[in-house]
């Protein structure tokens, strides 16, 4: 049932076209995305090429401790690194280890053929949930092995794959691995059909990726991050990070609220999407709040707003407690682990189902649910006039992430089996 798949797929793309070709996140690399590679790839018969693919930034970061463990014991290989998004691609130049980096093609035979051919890769390795179909069977009928790495299959949708999988085929059942995040994860693959000699529980590797990066070797100190915003070395300091449209405006208000109490008080909000910077300049003018882009500062602002990609993670540094957002809407959470792996308490709100298994570790160890705003701006305050406590809890929750590293490697060694497999010793 393929071909039908292929032919939906073909249909939605002529439709699609113009709006990718309109959407600012989608906009670039058009022709990439068309099957055109991008320049400095190998050619055939060069390197062999593991081709690894994430969605966004998020998934680029949680393959890049597995890409310099993969690196690390082939150093020949050529990495290639895709991703959908534009702020992905970004971030995938800067990755060590990573050779050659494009957006992914649409998922239509052709498309997916021009790139494979180009490409040649020995192993493909899909991040979390990204099974498309036309890629994983252009690679298989190409010779290459394909693994499913950080793999979670979302509660909620188990009956709309299964439902989409007797229209189209199985893809857990093209793979030749699936790393699976937790055992819960692991057990809904199984019933949707996976073989269970190629399904194993490696852990998360985003535990690895943000525990590494802030075990002492940064390059610039908080002292150096406050000063390059314009903020006092020692001034009390909020960052809500990776906030969703219906959020930013309560957590203003608590920001406005708790500043009454405590007038030095600082805050970064870092949108999801840094888009959304003015959207949410806006909404700090609307409280009369005054507030700069990070990309004006330093400022004398009280509320600095990040427009840029990839510092979220260094300025979570500068922060007495952070607020991960996606949590107080229905967006599942955004990543609470990098917080703690800077030592920060973390707050998060209801909705945590993207990380429910870092909430558990987290909450009583560094991190703090809340049910609501209201609830927020109580505790915050709480922890405001407990400086001590704040760095109590951040040690907490630093240990947390310490203690849960190794699914990268984990995860690496299948890979480099299936590697193997290719005739690559």
């Known amino acids: 049932m393929f071909w039908l798949y292929a032919a939906l797929m073909h249909l939605l793309s002529v439709l699609a076209l113009p709006l990718l070709w309109l959407h600012p996140k989608l906009r670039g690399g058009f022709r990439e995305r068309l099957g055109r590679h991008a320049p400095g790839w190998p050619g055939a018969g060069e390197r062999p090429v593991v081709w690894f693919h994430g969605a966004s930034a998020g998934d680029?970061?949680?393959?890049?401790?597995v890409i310099a463990e993969v690196k690390a014991a082939h150093p020949e290989l050529f990495v290639l690194q895709s991703c959908i998004t534009g702020s992905g691609h970004d971030l995938a130049r800067g990755?060590?280890?990573?050779?050659?980096?494009?957006?992914?093609?649409?998922?239509?035979?052709?498309?997916?053929?021009?790139?494979?051919r180009a490409a040649r890769p020995r192993v493909l390795v899909l991040e979390y949930a990204e099974l498309w179909p036309a890629l994983i069977r252009g690679v298989k009928r190409a010779g290459g092995r394909v693994v499913l790495g950080n793999g979670r299959i979302h509660p909620r949708r188990v009956w709309r794959y299964r439902l989409l999988y007797r229209l189209i085929g199985n893809p857990l059942r093209w793979l030749d691995r699936l790393c699976m995040r937790e055992p819960e994860e692991a057990e809904r693959a199984l019933g949707l059909g996976a073989d269970p000699s190629r399904v194993v529980v490696t852990g998360n590797t985003k535990y690895d990726a943000f525990g590494a990066a802030h075990n002492g070797g940064e390059e610039k100190s908080p002292l150096v991050l406050r000063a390059a915003l314009g903020w006092p070395a020692h001034a009390p300091a909020l960052v809500f990070g990776s906030t969703h449209a219906g959020e930013e405006g309560p957590l203003l208000d608590v920001f406005v609220?708790?500043?009454?109490?405590?007038?030095?008080?600082?805050?970064?909000?870092?949108?999801?999407?840094?888009?959304?910077?003015r959207e949410v300049l806006h909404l700090c003018r609307k409280r009369n709040l005054a507030a700069a882009p990070r990309s004006r500062c330093p400022t004398d602002a009280p509320v600095v707003v990040l427009d840029s990609v990839g510092e979220l993670r260094a300025f979570y540094r500068v922060a007495s407690a952070v607020v991960v957002g996606g949590s107080f809407v229905r967006r599942?959470?955004?990543?609470?682990?990098?917080?703690?792996?800077?030592?920060?308490?973390?707050?998060?709100?209801p909705?945590?189902?993207?990380f429910a298994d870092a909430a558990r570790r987290l909450v009583g160890r560094g991190g703090i649910q809340v049910a609501d705003f209201e609830r927020l701006q109580v505790v915050l305050d709480q922890l405001l006039a407990q400086p001590a406590e704040m760095v109590r809890l951040g040690e907490l929750a630093f240990e947390v992430v310490a203690g849960v590293k190794g699914a990268s490697r984990r995860e690496a060694d299948l890979i480099l089996e299936e590697l193997a497999r290719t005739g690559v010793a």
Do not use: M
Request: glycine share 8%.
């Open 60 to 65: 680029v970061l949680a393959q890049k401790s």
């Open 95 to 116: 990755i060590p280890g990573v050779d050659g980096v494009t957006y992914a093609p649409l998922d239509l035979p052709w498309a997916v053929s021009r790139v494979v």
């Open 257 to 277: 609220t708790l500043r009454r109490k405590h007038p030095e008080l600082r805050l970064l909000l870092a949108p999801r999407y840094p888009e959304r910077s």
């Open 332 to 349: 599942g959470g955004q990543n609470i682990l990098e917080p703690a792996a800077c030592r920060k308490p973390v707050l998060f709100g």
């Open 351 to 354: 909705d945590v189902e993207n």
